[in-house]
């Protein structure tokens, strides 16, 4: 559960790297060279397999683990939860849930139609490009789109808040100096992955 | 103080049990939570009924027994202390108190507000040991041991095994508790020999008796009657990860020192 998901943290910081390019001002040039890159580096696509293992890894665990939680209580308090407790950590399988359904209709939206679908080319220093860019901000010029992606990522922001911290201490690292520094490092991690790529519909929206 | 208590009665461990509303009246804010309850049992054995049973023992916070879920908290609403340190003063007049038992699958409640603990003494008894035969007492100082190393032992030690991280858990899980054993032992020297059976086996144990798994919330820290650190849960993470990869197993051999 804990590597799965450092792995998976990983992954953001990187897909949010390749994003934040789109914000570039070239005409989408350096996103989409990036994005070529992705689909078409052999290292990268194979290492796409080890991320669905990951993520699927990662949620039939959380599912498997929450499934025995609920089983070792099997009668709830009448008045429950008032310990002191971070409020997010409770509700890691809630905001999993959240963060599940979205992605499938972002696969849907962006990463099946760059696999399978039609994609306009465009001309980069006399090569021709598949133009990711244009897919993107045509979808972000749709406010419903953007609001929902907005709403997802803070949902995603919420699950990453209990996550860099938690993993380490799952995996057996704690000490008395740095477990307040991965304390904070989590907490910014969500606020820079989650702010970086809420940054992104919303700016496409509003240029 | 006049308060109103919502406590649950349940007959014996097979019948279904259900919260009853009691009234206690000119209750002293100096009395202990626990003499509040003599109180109430007074009244209802007066009444002619069935007092309601709940664990107590030393009533000083250092045994253990006693095992309330108050308002939502295991041991009630302050901190580091058992239900039998917790004081009135804490709560308000005219205030509605909620008690129950500890819930969790491997807590039976047994009545009223007793629960079934054996789970603990199970886990206890599939490593939370040394098995040395013992002679007489050693030499205070045969065996050098770092103060730092001494003192985390000992704070892990203190566990009196209440079984409040488990009623505090969201998740009903037993890491803190078992932590503090596999930690108090992995610390020292003595406990080192036998480090990598130990925490696989009561770990094993303590899976096997279908306590749930740890989501590091930290309810467990802050509920802690003796402040017992998630740290130690780290500890038995680390110590668990290396009899997995590949620590020597113990063998044991016949005769002791």
New interface residues.
Partial sequence: MALAGLFLISFLVVHLGINLLILKDDGRESFNIAAHFMVTNPLIQSMQWVLFGGFILHILLGIV?QI??W????????????????FF??Y?IHTGAIIFAFLIIHLINFFFKAKFGEIPHIMINGESYEDMGILVIEKFKELPYVLMYVVWLLFLGFHLD?AF??AL??????H?KY?PVAFGLSRALAILIAGGFILIPVLIYIS | MNLTL?IWRQKNATSKGK?VTYKVNDISPNSSFLEMMDILNESIVLKGEDPVAFDHDCREGICGACSM?I????HG?DKAITTCQLHMRRFKDGETI?I?PW????FPVLKDLIVDRTSFDKIIQAGGYISINTGGIPDANAIPIPKTDADLSMDAASCIGCGACVA?C????AMLFVSAKVSQFALLPQGKIEAAERVHNMVAEMDRL??????????CE??CPKEIS??N?????????CSKIGAPKVKEESGGF
């Avoid at chain 1, 201490?169 to 704690?174: A, D």
């Fill in positions: 683990l025995q939680n089983l070792a209580r099997p009668q709830r308090y009448k008045v429950e939860g008032y310990s002191h407790t971070s950590s409770k890691m209990h911290h938690s201490q799952s995996l057996g690292l704690n008395s477990t | 919502k919260f879920y308002n939502g908290r295991p609403p909620v129950e819930r969790a699958r491997p505090a969201k998740n009903a899980s279908g306590f749930g798994n740890c989501t590091n919330t930290g309810a802050a509920e998630i740290s849960i780290a500890r038995m993470n680390r110590e668990f990860l």
